[in-house]
């Protein structure tokens, strides 16, 4: 069984205030509800996607919400788990007021 992504209310208020920065992990449940093993993650940051050079240059290109570091278990693909992570990370970008989302892929 996975774990829920979706966040609460309380948690959505924090990461608005918090810096603009998180990691998300799915972890499967165990029998008892403890966490078990790491499934899958995926990283969530207002990045300069457009700049023309990359950080430390100084650029004035906005910041968008970016998603990189994005993995799953293999034995775990093809089960929607890589999609509740893009939807959640879609909802904490909605919470820090971004209408979009990029996402960064190899």
């Known amino acids: 069984m996975l774990c829920d992504l979706i966040p609460s209310r309380r948690q959505l208020a924090k990461w608005k205030r918090a810096r603009r920065f998180v990691c998300l992990v799915a972890e499967e449940l165990q029998a008892d509800g403890q966490p078990g093993e790491l499934l899958g993650t995926a990283t969530l940051s207002m990045m300069q ?58």
């Open 49 to 106: 996607a457009e700049a023309a050079l990359p950080p430390p240059f100084p650029s004035n290109a906005p910041l968008k919400p970016y998603i990189s570091n994005m993995a799953v278990l293999p034995g775990y693909r093809r089960q929607g788990l890589a999609t509740a992570l893009v939807g959640a990370c879609g909802r904490i970008a909605r919470a820090w007021g971004e209408p979009c989302v990029l996402l960064h892929v190899n």
